[in-house]
């Protein structure tokens, strides 16, 4: 299974990227996928994730609202869409796959793309 994100870049604050995460190996349907993101000096923190049944959503509180995750079915993609980007929102953006449902724990994620730099100047 492979997983590659991409979308990242410089953005002033209030505006807003689309993320992309390609998954190989697997379909984006047949478990949950998720997008964490880590700050310098932080740890990795949960943003977002879409269930494989039923494609429900989730999200973090500090990005709710102004982020929304999605899937494309066709393309084998899962997309994070995120509006009135704020400074604090810069980080690497990762995305993760798992067979089982969803969490906000990172260890409970099995498959890891490579990060995307996220950078939000005031």
């Known amino acids: 299974v492979q997983l590659q994100a991409s979308g990242g870049g410089l953005v002033e604050a209030g505006g807003s990227l689309r993320l992309s995460c390609a998954a190989s190996g697997r379909t984006v349907s047949s478990g949950t996928m998720a997008w964490f993101r880590q700050a310098p000096g932080k740890g990795r923190a949960f943003v977002a994730g879409?269930?494989?049944?039923?494609?429900?959503?989730y999200y973090a509180d500090s990005v709710k609202g102004r982020f929304t995750v999605s899937r494309d079915i066709a393309k084998n993609t899962v997309n994070l869409q995120m509006n009135s980007l704020k400074p604090e929102d810069t980080a690497v953006y990762y995305c993760?796959?798992?067979?089982?449902?969803?969490?906000?724990?990172?260890?409970?994620?099995?498959?890891w793309g490579q990060g995307t730099q996220v950078t939000v100047s005031s």
């Open positions: 879409i269930t494989g049944s039923g494609g429900s959503t």
């Open positions: 993760a796959a798992d067979p089982k449902g969803i969490s906000s724990w990172s260890g409970a994620y099995r498959y």
